[in-house]
């Protein structure tokens, strides 16, 4: 428990506000690294999981390549990219890594947002009249949206959490006190660093749960007095024209012959 209270005061201390190594700078480090390999990584997989969970085709070499990408130590990936490409291209091997870090989630969000839609959704958008370019913009982009933003949340939190090894390359980011505290045996100053990476995974998880509820079309979302209000209708209404069938059956049925 000390510890946690020495991590704490750590954070408040003014010495960590100010200078080179600030927590706001660190922490703007950290979301700008966070930011551009997300939305290049996105400009990469968005497109490609579209077209596959669109045509239908390629779906198992997409599983094959995340599964491969998921499998690559992160750490190793950048310090074997830093050798490859040089010092002098220190911050592009790290957003290279960041990036194929990100890639099978949101690569799975895509395709499988558009797989999970009902086929007889897209028959009746056809039948509509709709080409195919309105039913992918207008009917599949729209169902899919919920399970790519769930892809683009858990890209996120895994990109937010490995940033952290930037700073071993001196790329800064509030991976900056853990790495500066291990060798010092700065354990108050490691737990600090953990702790603020954690809150703010924490936040972007809770701002994109949030979108990812708000992304479920209107019409598929359940809850709330006025729905049940109208499942009710409905229920008041088939029980009530279960019974006129009904009595209608009886009232049209030949009267029984009287000896």
């Known amino acids: 428990m000390n510890l946690f209270v020495e991590a704490f005061a750590w ?35 968005i497109p490609i999981g579209w077209l596959i969970g669109h045509t239908g085709r390629g779906r198992e070499v997409a599983v094959a390549v995340s599964g491969a990408a998921r499998a690559i130590p992160s750490f190793g990936l950048m ?17 290279i890594t960041f990036v194929l870090l990100a890639i099978p989630s949101l690569l799975a969000g895509a395709y499988t947002g558009l797989e999970a839609i009902d086929r007889r959704t897209l028959d009746a958008a056809k039948a509509m009249g709709m080409t ?39 790329l800064g980011g509030l991976g900056w006190p853990i790495i500066q505290g291990i060798p010092l045996r700065r354990f108050d100053q490691v737990l600090a660093g953990a702790i603020i990476v954690a809150v703010l995974a924490l936040i972007v998880d809770l701002l994109l749960a949030t979108a990812q509820r708000a992304a479920v079309p209107a019409g598929l979302r359940g809850g709330g007095p006025r729905a049940d209000g109208k499942r009710s209708s409905r229920n008041a209404a088939s029980r009530s024209a279960s019974a006129t069938a009904s009595a209608t059956a009886t009232a049209s049925e030949p009267a029984p012959a009287t000896a």
């Open 11 to 45: 954070i408040l201390a003014p010495a960590q506000w100010t200078g080179t190594y600030a927590l706001p700078k660190l922490l703007g480090e950290h979301l700008a690294l966070t930011a551009i390999s997300v939305l290049i990584a996105a400009a990469i997989a």
């Open 79 to 95: 310090v074997l990219l830093v050798l490859l490409l040089g010092v002098l291209r220190i911050p592009e091997a790290a957003i």
């Open 132 to 170: 195919g370019w309105q039913v992918f913009w207008k009917v599949e982009v729209p169902l899919g949206l919920p399970l790519l933003v769930g892809g683009i949340r858990s890209a996120l939190l895994q990109v937010i959490a490995t940033v952290t090894i930037a700073a071993y390359v001196n």
